[in-house]
């Protein structure tokens, strides 16, 4: 595999995850979109937020191409649950325009530059601060898939809503009765190892 084979295909993970990010989003209320549902207040706008500021950094600042854009400056804030949240005046369409903005730089990065490109990570320890093109996308692929499966569960959570993509959950079609009694088998089987 060449390595524009291997540039395409990271490419395509990371676009399919930063898909399954917004769409998470869709038809919920601005309250939903914000709500913290789990005790360290995940929410599916901070999540969006957060990996705005991931790919400013690693496709931006990273390689000397930063960002023209209201990325946070980690320099001048001590909040560092900023990027987490979004707060009142922040409205879900800046932050998904904000999203997509530095979505499409850090496509023109990615595209621009050969995989063994080297830039140099600012908040990572010295000694690893050197990374390639190859190595932060194969890291923002993971991270935003990680964050992603964060979204699933806040989603599920907030109103039933599951699944990969619109277009398919990737998930067996069943009716609330039947995910009901396979819950129920799950707890049973829990509760059987639990002792």
């Known amino acids: 595999m060449s390595h524009d084979d291997h540039k395409e295909q990271l490419t395509r993970y990371l676009a399919v995850a930063r898909e399954a990010m917004l769409w998470k989003l869709d038809g919920l209320s601005e309250y939903d979109v914000r709500r913290p549902m789990v005790p360290t207040g995940t929410n599916l706008l901070g999540l969006i937020k957060h990996l705005a500021n991931v790919e400013a950094g690693y496709f931006g600042a990273t390689f000397n191409r930063p960002f023209d ?65 190859h190595r932060l996308l194969v890291h923002v692929v993971a991270e935003t898939n990680r964050h992603a499966g964060h979204a699933d569960i806040v989603r599920e959570l907030i109103d039933g809503g599951i699944g990969l993509r619109a277009d398919g959950t990737n998930l067996p079609d069943w009716a609330a009765g039947e995910w009901a009694a396979y819950r129920e088998r799950l707890e049973q089987a829990a509760r059987s190892a639990g002792g």
């Not at 980690?74 to 922040?90: F, G, I, Q, V």
């Not at 369409?93 to 850090?106: E, G, K, M, Q, W």
């Open 69 to 133: 854009g209201p990325i946070i400056d980690w320099d001048t804030t001590t909040d560092e649950t900023l990027d987490m949240w979004a707060n009142e005046s922040e409205s879900r369409a800046d932050i998904v325009d904000l999203y997509r903005d530095v979505c499409a730089h850090a496509d023109t990065t990615i595209a621009e530059l050969p995989l063994d490109a080297s830039g140099r990570v600012p908040w990572w320890p010295e000694e690893r601060a050197e990374a390639t093109l």
